[in-house]
């Protein structure tokens, strides 16, 4: 569990693929990076997502790690998501793999 962060996530199921309209349309409150807008958690594959790409998102500071992993960790609950990682740090704050996107 993250340590006391209080999270920003709320549940804001939308139904399908989401554009960029559609991303850029959705509360922060939806985010798990919510003051970049970045990682979505709207589903239990946006979740799964998250977590893979967690170490992709640049210019954050450790602040905003803790506080995304915090909205991960909420989101993985309410959507029946299983995070074996107790903490931001296992997944990494540089990127593993290169995705200019992000």
């Known amino acids: 569990m993250a340590t ?8 804001h199921e939308v139904e399908g693929e989401l554009s960029t309209a559609d991303k ?3 509360p922060e409150t939806v985010f798990a990076f919510p003051a970049k807008h970045k990682l979505p958690l ?3 594959e946006h979740v799964r ?3 893979a ?11 905003q790690r803790d506080l995304a992993f915090a909205n991960i960790q ?3 609950r309410h959507f029946g998501v ?4 107790t903490h ?3 997944l990494g704050r540089r990127p593993h793999t290169q995705n200019p996107a992000h």
Not at 5 to 11: L, V
Not at 53 to 63: A, I, L, M, P, T
Not at 82 to 85: F, G, M
């Open 4 to 11: 006391n962060t209080q999270t920003t996530w709320r549940p």
């Open 24 to 26: 850029n349309r959705l």
């Open 42 to 44: 709207t589903d239990a």
């Open 49 to 51: 997502n998250a977590l």
């Open 53 to 63: 790409r967690f170490d992709q998102v640049k210019g954050v500071s450790d602040d």
């Open 74 to 76: 909420a989101a993985a």
């Open 82 to 85: 299983d995070v074996a990682e």
């Open 88 to 90: 931001w740090h296992q």
